[in-house]
């Protein structure tokens, strides 16, 4: 799409967005142009979801195989009480329709798993995690690595949030490339070890903190603006009001990026159990 090509409803609609320098017509069309997977509609997809709606990123996927509960409307803000016990992955379709007409919501209703994958994020520009669960983000991670995706991940616990941005597939004129997930946290904590939301608890507003600055990354990485967060982990402490900043780097010993790779496939997730735990340690 080119900015001559707006209608003037969408010159109105993304006004503040065109008068930013860094945006411009140009990168607005860019983002009408732009597809991003996001994956899981709870607490982090939810503000995830809207924000690039109402920002216009033009084709957005959603993966998510849970219904709504009545539990998740304390932090699920792109569902509604209306919406219990519908799938979340088609109430969030119908919440996104009505912010903004532009986009086009594609449903997948589905876990996603070492099968459909890299498939999956091939349909797509740019994967935002917001899983709930160490299996799944292990897996988003390297998929979007053999994918050559650029992965924006946020996870959530009680009143604290991480932010990060992968993107190990992309190296510089040196041949230097950030870390991946697993660069940071090599593999799964063993099972009972990190508390689940469900045990520990999250404080609803979190998610809107952590799930807005993903959007706001997410967007910044498809205009290709701005300092990428690439090769920082973001830390917010809710009960401290304390955001921390710190450099993460490539490991030349990770499995999946280093040097001398062991995992060189999905194969390490098939059959992977349903273990579903908050991601943050
Ligand atoms: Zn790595």
Do not use: W
Request: with cysteine; net charge negative; charged share 20%.
């Amino acid at each position: 799409m080119d900015f001559t090509d707006f209608s003037e409803d969408q010159v109105n609609r993304y006004a503040r967005h065109i008068l930013l320098r860094e945006v411009g017509g140009t990168g607005q069309a860019k983002l009408l142009d732009s597809r991003v997977l996001v994956i899981g509609a709870g607490g982090l997809g939810s503000p995830v979801l809207m924000y690039l709606a109402a920002a216009g990123v033009g084709t957005i996927g959603v993966v998510d195989d849970d219904r709504v509960d009545l539990s998740n409307l304390q932090r699920q803000i792109v569902h509604s009480t209306a919406s219990v016990g519908r799938p979340k992955v088609e109430s969030a379709k119908a919440t996104l329709a009505a912010i903004n007409p532009d986009v086009k919501l594609r449903a997948h209703e589905m876990r996603i798993t070492a099968a459909n994958a890299i498939d999956l994020m091939s349909q797509y520009d740019l994967v935002a995690d917001g899983s709930d669960n160490f299996e799944t983000r292990f897996l988003v991670n390297d998929a979007a690595y053999f994918a050559r995706k650029p992965l924006v991940s946020a996870a959530i616990l009680r009143f604290d949030g991480q932010l990060a941005t992968y993107k190990a597939h992309v190296a510089d004129e040196r041949g230097q490339h950030g870390p991946c997930y697993r660069c940071i946290f090599r593999e799964p904590p063993p099972p009972g070890q990190i508390p689940t939301c469900a045990e520990a608890g999250v404080l609803g507003a979190l998610c809107g903190t952590m799930g807005s600055l993903q959007a706001t990354e997410i967007i910044k990485e498809l205009l290709g603006t701005g300092d990428s967060l690439s090769g920082s982990l973001l830390v917010y402490e809710g009960l401290s009001a304390n955001f921390r900043k710190i450099k993460v780097k490539a490991d030349p010993d990770c499995p999946l990026c280093g040097r001398h790779p062991t995992i060189t496939d999905l194969s390490i997730h098939e059959g992977a159990s349903d273990g579903r735990v908050c991601a943050v340690r």
